[in-house]
């Protein structure tokens, strides 16, 4: 069966749908928009971790730490990152 694109996720959350993937798997994800929307920022209470985001038909896809940003992005960064609750 063939596909557009095939990405390995480290972890899929159903119900919301989040995505975790590797950086080289989410630059795969902006490539396929023409402005893709970018959320940067850290997460955790004691152990904070740096995340970058983006969304695609639906889905929050989700990689540790910061990725280049292209120049057609709209980029929002923030102090506190919460994903749930």
């Known amino acids: 069966m063939g596909c557009g694109m095939a990405v390995d996720a480290n972890r899929v959350i159903a119900g919301g749908v989040l995505i975790f993937v590797e950086p080289e798997e989410f630059r795969k994800f902006l490539e396929l928009k023409k402005r893709p929307l970018l959320i ?7 152990r904070k971790t740096k995340l970058t985001m983006t969304t695609y038909d639906g889905a929050l ?21 919460s994903l749930g609750k």
């Not at 940067?40 to 004691?46: A, D, L, N, P, R």
């Not at 989700?62 to 929002?76: H, M, Y």
């Open 40 to 46: 940067v920022g850290e997460t955790g209470g004691f």
């Open 61 to 81: 896809i989700i990689t540790r730490g910061e990725v280049e940003v292209p120049k057609n992005a709209i980029l929002v960064r923030t102090e506190n990152l």
